[in-house]
Each structure stands twice: as structure tokens, then as C-alpha cells.
């Protein structure tokens, strides 16, 4: 109710300023920007307008890499509407703090690239220039929150779709105009990390093997990375019918999914609806042919691809970049995009029937 009293009033601010000045021709956004303005009066008088027409109202500086156009920027965020309502955000102490943290759910920085049309005219304006380490706290009108591009803030209020008004608490965590070496820089520090684990790997050892018979040329997949942990006891020579236990996870250990109950409990995935026993593969030696359950669903290449390199019983690791995974989109809540993934395989018994 009081967010209603509010906007009545700022509406009845705008009408009386207008009443005194000439009749104009309305543009897109000229009533709400009137509105706008009225509330910009009453809660931040002294707020200027960057060039297009941003209030930055908080700002620290930061001394990394400059955040430039035809980039990738990696940010935490926090974004609420005009009255403080939080609409999205990045980070974990305010899910608790909203009652929605989640185990499942990863929080951390979020991916956005600065290509022109990718990335919100009003955003584009708050974090480029900005430095990695850098915070700043910005109004952003919602004619400005378009993916359209006009030369001038007049043009924006004149002729853009407008979203809706928002204040953005932006932190930039990193900056890269080439996201496949930043991914695999990624890798490198985890397997750096994990040295017990991955002792002989490094990202200049990536997976080489003939796609689909002895005839075919070899074939290099930069950026996918495997290593057995336990021998095979004999290869596949032929497509055949194998069983798995698996655990899917990010670099910095969410699980995002598995078939081994316990593992599925330990981090908070477990549904009593679910059966955890192996998962039928249909192995074949064209690794895109390759399925996974009795009903033969696809699965993402890197996952694929590993299971391409496994013999009867072994045990391995795959780790490999998003183009092998979920790309740019990532996949529901627990996998951003541009998200290296890791996963444990081992080819197992058929379960008993």
C-alpha cells in the first residue's frame, strides 16, 4: 500500500512541474520519465546524470583489469526496484537473508559479456571503465535497461522499450576478452589445487583419439581433459550395452548431479523418488552416438567424450570446458554459464535385476 501512496505522489510532483512548462510532443517514456524524475527529487536530490543518463550514487575503485566492449565480465550483483525490493542477486547471504538459500544452488559471479546488443545500454554504461575490484552502486532508468543502441540519452527516453527503473550494487570479481583461455586458466588452478589428484595433468594435455574407427585421422578436443584412476580390465573393441555410477560437479565442488545415493545426500540433492543404481550407457565408438539411460537420452559432449575413453570397470576423471558442456546458457540453477564442469565415472556391473 505505501509503494501505491508513494508512486501517487510522485506522479502528482511530475503533473504539477509540468503544468508550467509548454506542451511538448510525448515520447515513448516522457510520462515515466516525469514520474521518475519526481521520485529522483524526493529521494536523491543532489544525484547527477553520467552522459546517458545513469545516477551513480556509490563508488569504489578498483585496481585490476579494465573492463572494456567485446568483453567478459564476471560480477556479483545485487538488484532492486525503485522502493528496495530485491529482484536478483549473486549472493549467498542474501538468499539466507531472503529465506532462499538453497544447497543445490550456486552463487558466486555471473557471467555477462560487453558485445554491443548483448549486454543493457544502461549496464554497459555503469561497469565499462570500471576496474576488476571495483564496486558501484547505480539508478538505472528502464529506458535504459534495453539491448537496443540510440546515439544520445534524449534518443533513449524518446524512442526505447522501457524495463523497469532498478538500482544495481555491481562488484567486479574479473574481466577477460577471451573467455576459452580464462576457462582453461580455471582448470589449470584446479587441477593445481587438487595435486594429489591430478598430478601429471595440466591444460596442454588434452584428449586425442580417433572418433570413429582405425581409419579416421586423429582428432585434438582442446580443452577436454581425462585421467584414469583405475585401469581398464579390457577395452570396448565394439558398440555394447555398459553400466555407470557418476557424480557431475563445478570447479569449486557443488554437485550438481549424481546416481549414488549417498553422494546425493551428503550434498543435499537426494529425492526418494529417484532410483540410485547404475545408469545404463549405450557405449559406441562414435562418441556422439553415445546415450544414456533405456530411453537413449543425449548427453552433453565432454560426458561423452569421456566414456569414449573408458574400458570394463575403469574409474576416471573428465574435466573439460562449457563448450563441452552447457556453454554460454548453463543449465538450471546449479550450473552457470561458461562453467567448467568436472565428472567421476566408473563403468560398473549391471545391477542385479
Known amino acids: 500500500m505505501k509503494t501505491i501512496f508513494r508512486k501517487a505522489a510522485y506522479i502528482i510532483l511530475a503533473l504539477a512541474a509540468a503544468s508550467c512548462a509548454k506542451a511538448v510532443v510525448e515520447g515513448t517514456n516522457i510520462a515515466e520519465k516525469r514520474y521518475f524524475d519526481a521520485w529522483l527529487h ?30 567478459y565480465i564476471f560480477t556479483e550483483y545485487v538488484t532492486t526496484d525503485l522502493e528496495g525490493n530485491i529482484s536478483s542477486y549473486t549472493g549467498k547471504e542474501v538468499a539466507k537473508q531472503l529465506g532462499e538459500y538453497d544447497t543445490t544452488t550456486y552463487y558466486g559471479p555471473k557471467v555477462a559479456t560487453t558485445f554491443e546488443s548483448t549486454i543493457q545500454a544502461g549496464l554497459a554504461e555503469a561497469v565499462l571503465g570500471m576496474r576488476v575490484g571495483g564496486r558501484k552502486k547505480v539508478i538505472i532508468p528502464g529506458w535504459l535497461l534495453t539491448y537496443s543502441t540510440y546515439d544520445s540519452a534524449e534518443e533513449y527516453i524518446e524512442k526505447a522499450t522501457a524495463g523497469t527503473h532498478a538500482i544495481y550494487d555491481i562488484t567486479i570479481k574479473d574481466f577477460t576478452d577471451t573467455i576459452e583461455s580464462w576457462e582453461k586458466q580455471q582448470i589449470q588452478k584446479y587441477f593445481e589445487a587438487n595435486r594429489a589428484e591430478f598430478a601429471d595433468m595440466d591444460t596442454t594435455k588434452y584428449v586425442v583419439m580417433k572418433v570413429k574407427n582405425d581409419d ?41 548431479d549424481t546416481n549414488k545415493e549417498k553422494v546425493a545426500k551428503d550434498n543435499g540433492l537426494y529425492s526418494a523418488s529417484r532410483t540410485y543404481e547404475p545408469v545404463q550407457i549405450e557405449w559406441r565408438t562414435d562418441y556422439s552416438e553415445i546415450t544414456m539411460g533405456s530411453e537413449g537420452s543425449s548427453i552433453i559432449t565432454g560426458f561423452a567424450l569421456a566414456l569414449r575413453q573408458m574400458g570394463a570397470f575403469e574409474k576416471g576423471v573428465a574435466v573439460f570446458t562449457s563448450p563441452y558442456g552447457y556453454s554460454y546458457s548453463g543449465s538450471g540453477s546449479s550450473i552457470p554459464g561458461y562453467s567448467p564442469l568436472v565428472f567421476e565415472l566408473e563403468v560398473v556391473a549391471k545391477p542385479e535385476e
Open 216 to 256: 579416421a585421422e586423429d582428432t585434438k578436443f582442446d580443452g577436454m581433459y581425462f585421467k584414469s584412476t583405475e585401469a581398464a580390465k579390457y577395452a570396448f573393441d565394439t558398440d555394447t550395452t555398459i553400466y555407470i555410477n557418476y557424480t557431475g560437479k563445478l570447479l569449486n565442488g557443488l554437485v550438481f
Open 42 to 71: 524526493n529521494n536523491y536530490p543532489d544525484a547527477k546524470p553520467t552522459g546517458l543518463g545513469i545516477y551513480v550514487l556509490e563508488e569504489t575503485k578498483g585496481d585490476g583489469k579494465e573492463v572494456k566492449k567485446d568483453g
